[in-house]
T-cell receptor
Framework: ETGVTQSPTHLIKTRGQQVTLRCSSQSGHNTVSWYQQALGQGPQFIFQYYREEENGRGNFPPRFSGLQFPNYSSELNVNALELDDSALYLC?????????????FGPGTRLTVL | GQQLNQSPQSMFIQEGEDVSMNCTSSSIFNTWLWYKQDPGEGPVLLIA?????ELTSNGRLTAQFGITRKDSFLNISASIPSDVGIYFCAGQFYNNNDMRFGAGTRLTVKP
């Protein structure tokens, strides 16, 4: 139990739709990172938010966007869904933006795009 | 995409055996980490390595950061059934939030 929760657990969408995934960080953590994990692969870094500002981005197109709120919960939004967006989406919270060794992952949201 | 080459892809071992897995990269990382992921869960950090050549233990787990900062290995001694899962290596560049993961090693332990 890491204290990081994500919702929903599973989601099915169709190509072209938009989706919002949610993450509730561990108490006191001001940094959240989002990852995409395709089946049989390791997680890939999408972006990080620190104190409500984007603080680094991986190789993902602009249709992947995020928000972090004052209570440090966050959202991942994906527009114009494509079949290849089907994956497990993980968020991870940490107390500071550079503390990867105190980064705690949530259980993930499994997104299926049909 | 993935920049870390992790091997083996999968392992089937008998309870009590020792396990070794490794990761190599064409890039130099500032920090190297090893995670374990159980079904339906997010990755959990096992060991973090910060210095080239560093050897660190965590119970039955031992990991080393290569001298060139481009590789690492993880050893598990005297495996038990709860060691089953997928093990990932991950590297982080200096002053960069982008953490790169390997494709994972799936470990099965037969009682």
């Amino acid at each position: 139990e890491t204290g990081v929760t994500q919702s929903p657990t599973h989601l099915i969408k169709t190509r072209g739709q938009q989706v919002t995934l949610r993450c509730s960080s561990q108490s006191g953590h001001n940094t959240v990172s989002w990852y995409q994990q395709a089946l049989g692969q390791g997680p890939q870094f999408i972006f990080q938010y620190y104190r409500e500002e984007e603080n680094g981005r991986g190789n993902f197109p602009p249709r992947f966007s995020g928000l972090q709120f004052p209570n440090y919960s966050s959202e991942l939004n994906v527009n114009a869904l494509e079949l290849d967006d089907s994956a497990l989406y993980l968020c991870a919270s940490s107390p500071e933006r550079t503390s990867t060794d105190t980064q705690y992952f949530g259980p993930g949201t499994r997104l299926t795009v049909l | 995409g993935q920049q870390l080459n992790q091997s083996p892809q999968s392992m089937f071992i008998q309870e009590g055996e020792d396990v070794s897995m490794n990761c190599t990269s064409s890039s130099i990382f500032n920090t190297w980490l090893w995670y374990k992921q159980d079904p339906g869960e997010g990755p959990v950090l096992l060991i973090a390595l910060y210095k080239a050549g560093e050897l660190t233990s965590n119970g039955r787990l031992t990991a080393q950061f290569g001298i060139t900062r481009k590789d690492s290995f993880l050893n598990i001694s005297a495996s038990i059934p709860s060691d089953v899962g997928i093990y990932f290596c991950a590297g982080q560049f200096y002053n960069n939030n982008d953490m790169r993961f390997g494709a994972g090693t799936r470990l099965t332990v037969k009682p």
